[in-house]
């Protein structure tokens, strides 16, 4: 079993960065792709990067591309979301999220094929 937990959130102006670390525990998530998804009040869950297993290639949803870079460190079996010029339409509550069985060259995008997730950290931008 693996256990995820996030941390870095807060709050924030327009403009201004924050890091968003996940760090992983039961066993190592090298081989997992990875991912951070965000949910705001009376919104569904929705994607927001991913990084995948020995590639580590990225993909991001189109509203934060050029503004927010996911990476890895898997000796420390942690997760990251470096967010840059954050906007109010950036708050949510961002989850981490690993998937154990991955096929090497697929981004996966959909909360349902995560089969672990953190409990999320809050992220408030106001303007």
């Known amino acids: 079993q693996v256990q995820l937990v996030e941390s870095g959130g807060g709050l924030a102006q327009t403009g201004d960065s924050l890091r968003l670390s996940c760090v992983a525990s039961?066993?190592?998530?090298?081989?997992?792709?990875m991912g951070w998804f965000r949910q705001a009040p009376g919104k569904e869950r929705e994607f927001v990067a991913t990084?995948?297993?020995?590639?580590?290639?990225?993909l991001y949803a189109d509203s934060v591309k050029g503004r927010f870079t996911i990476s890895r460190d898997n000796d420390k079996n942690m997760v990251y979301l470096q967010m840059n010029s954050l906007k109010p339409e950036d708050t949510a509550v961002y989850y981490c999220a690993g998937k154990s069985q991955s096929a090497l060259y697929y981004y996966y995008t959909l909360a349902s094929d995560y089969d672990y997730w953190g409990q999320g950290t809050q992220v408030t931008v106001s303007s």
């Open positions: 990084i995948v297993r020995s590639t580590d290639g990225t």
């Open positions: 039961g066993r190592t998530v090298r081989s997992f792709t």
